[in-house]
């Protein structure tokens, strides 16, 4: 009986409030906020997503008009690598001629000097040979650019690369060239063949090399597997000074056509 009594006050309460004027409007004003509140979530949700395709876009169309092609070359490190040999196989290489270094032994001195034409030359760079004897492929010591690929009468074939803050290599005695000018080579890109020149016949088969550091030789043995970094002209000078008085240079024993390119390398003594 309990039960029924309650059930029936339950569904009178209902009813009351059923018909109270203030209901359906109540339901209906419930009803519309939360149909509106669906409306602008979704469109809400529509919008971010179009945005985003739309940033999307924008970043494709920034990307697709950078023009990779035409952007400057950055060398890769290249102050960061060590001087190479400039040739595989480096354990076979033997140095025939030594760069003329004043503050070398008298043997060391003696090895430095290159007779041609019954006269004395002092080396400004070193002849590298395979142990051999034998042809090998010249490769370029560093990253840089090839500035200059000449024949020369004495020399040989020459190619010169330049690198980073006012440092060059060049290579002598060349037999085939594989560059040209303005070529863009990387470490250890082969650059031509070893060969023989006149001025160098006593070292055979060779690659002449040298190295040039804000317009001063220096001795390419001395920086050889150390970064190019190091290397110095400031060291150089300081071993020249250090030198005797007679072993300087006599102006008189300079080499009269010493302005010729056929001189651009060794200095007579």
Same mark, same amino acid.
């Given at each position: 009986?309990?039960?029924?009594? @309650?059930?029936?006050?339950?569904? @009178?309460?209902? +009813?009351?409030?059923?018909?109270?004027?203030?209901?359906?409007?109540?339901?209906?004003?419930?009803?519309?906020?939360?149909?509106? $509140?669906?409306?602008?979530?979704?469109?809400?949700?529509?919008? @971010?997503?179009?945005?985003?395709?739309?940033?999307?876009?924008?970043?494709? =169309?920034?990307?697709? /008009?950078?023009?990779?092609? =035409?952007?400057?070359?950055?060398?890769?490190?290249?102050?960061?690598?060590?001087?190479?040999?400039?040739?595989?196989?480096? %354990? /076979?290489?033997?140095?025939?001629?030594?760069?003329?270094?004043?503050?070398?032994?008298?043997? #060391?001195?003696?090895?430095?000097?290159?007779?041609?034409? @019954?006269?004395?030359?002092?080396?400004?760079?070193?002849?590298?040979?395979?142990?051999?004897?034998?042809?090998?492929?010249?490769?370029?010591?560093?990253?840089?650019?090839?500035? &200059?690929?000449?024949? %020369?009468?004495?020399?040989?074939?020459?190619?010169?690369?330049?690198?980073?803050?006012?440092?060059? $290599?060049?290579?002598?005695?060349?037999?085939?060239?594989?560059?040209?000018? *303005?070529?863009?080579?990387?470490?250890? #890109?082969?650059?031509?063949?070893?060969?023989?020149?006149?001025?160098?016949?006593?070292? *055979?088969?060779?690659?002449?090399?040298?190295?040039?550091?804000?317009?001063?030789?220096?001795?390419? &043995?001395?920086?050889?597997? /150390?970064?190019?970094?190091?290397?110095?002209?400031?060291?150089?000078?300081?071993?020249? +000074? #250090?030198?005797?008085?007679?072993?300087?240079?006599? &102006?008189? +024993?300079?080499?009269?056509?010493?302005?010729? &390119?056929?001189?651009?390398?060794?200095?007579?003594?």
């Amino acid at each position: 009986m309990r039960e029924e009594e @309650n059930k029936n006050v339950s569904k @009178n309460n209902w +009813k009351r409030i059923l018909r109270k004027k203030w209901f359906f409007p109540s339901v209906y004003l419930v009803a519309a906020a939360l149909i509106l $509140t669906g409306v602008l979530w979704y469109q809400s949700s529509l919008t @971010n997503v179009e945005d985003l395709a739309d940033d999307q876009d924008n970043l494709q =169309n920034e990307t697709d /008009q950078i023009d990779y092609d =035409n952007q400057p070359a950055t060398p890769v490190m290249e102050l960061n690598e060590n001087l190479n040999m400039p040739l595989h196989n480096r %354990d /076979q290489a033997v140095i025939k001629t030594k760069f003329f270094d004043y503050s070398a032994s008298a043997e #060391d001195r003696e090895k430095a000097l290159i007779l041609y034409d @019954n006269h004395y030359y002092q080396s400004e760079g070193v002849d590298i040979a395979r142990e051999d004897g034998e042809s090998f492929d010249v490769l370029a010591s560093a990253t840089g650019t090839v500035t &200059e690929v000449k024949e %020369d009468p004495l020399l040989g074939n020459v190619v010169e690369i330049t690198h980073q803050d006012g440092l060059t $290599t060049r290579y002598m005695s060349l037999g085939d060239v594989l560059v040209e000018t *303005g070529a863009e080579v990387n470490q250890d #890109d082969a650059i031509g063949t070893a060969g023989q020149s006149l001025m160098g016949q006593a070292s *055979g088969v060779h690659v002449h090399f040298e190295v040039v550091k804000d317009g001063n030789k220096v001795n390419p &043995e001395t920086y050889f597997n /150390q970064p190019l970094s190091n290397i110095s002209v400031e060291d150089e000078k300081s071993e020249q +000074k #250090d030198q005797p008085e007679e072993d300087k240079q006599p &102006e008189d +024993k300079k080499e009269p056509n010493e302005d010729s &390119e056929s001189s651009i390398s060794m200095t007579n003594t």
